[in-house]
Every structure is written in structure tokens, then in C-alpha cells.
């Protein structure tokens, strides 16, 4: 543990915080009768506090920047593959607690179960050393860089969520309109829907890709309609 709050820049005064914050949950199934509990919980909390962070640092350094800019560079900011790579930074995947069966099948190196992992360390951080300390470690991971950097690793989808939930009760849904190519370089065709109709396409060599295409389209529409507005 020693080494992994080295590499944090932080000490914890309670130790038992950064071990729960590593605690998945195929580990906590396997040691009920010790009482362990997974880290989803903390998981829930990093994420609050890692988004108000976040938000709260691009309104303050950013004051020319529209709110829609500001959502995709959030979003940017906290989506998967940049906490994965946070957690890469920190060599967090040998740290990390998990079932055997989980382990065995790759676990450590799973992208969403990594992510997961540093929210929780961020919440626990937070609730050993409060907000500051926590701004301490989201400035020195996730803050310090150039928001022009993390452009190809924006998660569209979510940014697209977030503009659309503003107008309150919204349907958003993918659908696969077309597939292309030879199995070992097959194209998907993706359409992205608000209440029933088409606002963006899209395509990838994986329905996930695709979908994040297409998101992309309608984020990009959405923002030009609203400065033309």
C-alpha cells in the first residue's frame, strides 16, 4: 500500500479507506464472513465528487467557454479511458482485489473494473482528507491536462445525455441501421434517436464505436443550433 500512496502524493490517516477503495465486488462475494464490502458505494461517491471538481475547475479557468464546450471537455475529462489511464499511471491493476474467477479472466486489466477503481480512491481521498486533498489528486491526474489533448477519447454518448437531459424527459436511443465488409474488417451503421428521430449517424468496427459516432454528429448539431440560436 505503501508504494501505491507514493504514487498518489497522499498518506492516509485511516489505511482501511484505500484497501476498501480496492475491494471489487467478485472479491467481496468471496469474503462475506469477513465482512468486506466491494467499493461500489466509494465508487459512487468519486464519481460525485470527481465531476463536481472537474466541472467546477473548467467554469473558473474557462470563462469564455460555452456550456456546451464545457460539457464535452467534462465529459472528456472523467469518461473511462481517461481514468484508465490514471489508473495505469498508478499501477493500480496489481493493487487491486479481486475473485479468483474474476482475476483468472483478466480482470486487472479490465478497462471499466480500472476506472471504477480510481473513483473510489478519489472518494476515498475525500473522505480521509476532504475536498482539498481531493482536488490535490484530481489536479495532479486528471486536471493537468490540456483539455485539447483528451479530444479523441471523449465519450460522445455521455456529453449527448447531458445536453439532452436539459430539456427534461427525453428519449435517447441507438439503432443499427446497416453492417458492411468482411468479418475481420465488418463496419457497423449506427442512427442515434431523440424521441423517435434521427439526429445523428455514425459508423465503427464495433457497435460501440459506431454508437459513439454517431453521438458525436448529434453533439456536434446540437452545439452549432445552439450558437446560431
Known sequence: MKDLEEKLGYTFADRRLLEGALYHSSYANEHR???????ERLEFLGDAVLGMVVADHLYRSHPDMPEGELT??????????????VAQELGLGEHLKL?????????RNRPS??????????????????????????QRFILSRNPGDVTENRDYKTALQELVQREGAQELTYRLVGESGPDHDKRFAIEVLLNGRVIGHGSGRSKKEGEQMAAREAVRRMTEAEAAR
Do not use: F, P
Open 113 to 138: 473494473i480500472q476506472a471504477d477503481a480510481v473513483e473510489a480512491i478519489i472518494a476515498a481521498v475525500y473522505l480521509d482528507g476532504g475536498i482539498g486533498s481531493a482536488r490535490k489528486m484530481i
Open 72 to 85: 464535452r471537455t467534462r465529459a472528456a475529462l472523467v469518461c473511462e479511458g481517461s481514468l484508465v489511464k
Open 99 to 107: 475473485g479468483k474467477g474474476e482475476d483468472a479472466g483478466g480482470g
Open 33 to 39: 464472513d469477513r465482512g468486506i464490502t466491494s467499493n
